[in-house]
């Protein structure tokens, strides 16, 4: 079963501090990875993606990627509070279109 | 910007209804998926569809089936509704590899 792994959280972090998310994933094969902002009661929408390893920046978002070590990360700078939400890593694999989603981890950002 | 409808955001439907679920979408995508999400179980793949007419078992088909007649329009059906089929209903779609998400529909089953 091909999994993608995340912390539930929650993450604290204080208002303008940087936050770290990591995930995992078991497929080597995996090509293209996502990450998803979902605030309670919404649905989740795309914020970043990458394909290739090292780093890829949009405003204060950074998702990293290293396949080797099978692991992508978004750091979001300057946390306000309107980041807290859950956030899910999703990966897909092949050639297939389908995305494998973590169970996204809490962020709390506090004033 | 892309932009992917579901016909309602709330939904109450008695054991045993048949029940249809829309999601269209504007922007020509080809791909088209339907999620459940639950706390605790994630979001969850039910169906999705390739092309017009094309349809492929996601991991949690049973108990649901899917029409797409037309490029934009994407249903999901509950044949006979149960209580366990009370969820968040996301369609999502797709150009090629990222997915844009609908507004989710809460449907509740009693």
């Known amino acids: 079963q091909k999994e993608v792994e995340q912390n539930s959280g929650p993450l604290s972090v204080p208002e303008g501090a940087i936050a770290s998310l990591n995930c995992t994933y078991s497929?080597?094969?995996?090509?293209?990875f996502f990450w998803y902002r979902q605030y309670s009661g919404k649905s989740p929408e795309l914020i970043m993606s990458i394909y290739s390893n090292g780093d890829k920046e949009d405003g204060r978002f950074t998702a990293q990627l290293n396949k080797a070590s099978q692991y992508v990360s978004l750091l979001i700078r300057d946390s306000q509070p309107s980041d807290s939400a859950t956030y899910l890593c999703a990966v897909r694999g092949g050639n297939t279109g389908k995305l494998i989603f973590g169970q996204g981890t809490t962020l709390q950002v506090k004033p | 910007d892309v932009k992917v409808t579901q016909s309602s955001r709330y939904l109450v439907k008695r054991t045993g209804e048949k029940v249809f679920l829309e999601c269209v979408q504007d922007m020509d995508h080809e791909n088209m998926f339907w999620y459940r999400q639950d706390p605790g179980l994630g979001l969850r793949l039910i169906y999705f569809?390739?092309?017009?007419?094309?349809?492929e078992k996601g991991d949690i088909p049973e108990g649901y089936s899917v029409s797409r007649e037309k490029k934009e329009r994407f249903s999901l059906i509950l044949e006979s509704a149960s209580t366990n089929q009370t969820s968040m209903y996301l369609c999502?779609?797709?150009?090629?590899?990222?997915?844009?998400f609908g507004p989710g529909t809460r449907l509740t089953v009693t």
């Open positions: 999502a779609s797709s150009p090629m590899y990222e997915q844009y």
């Open positions: 569809s390739y092309d017009v007419k094309m349809k």
């Open positions: 497929d080597r094969g995996s090509q293209s």
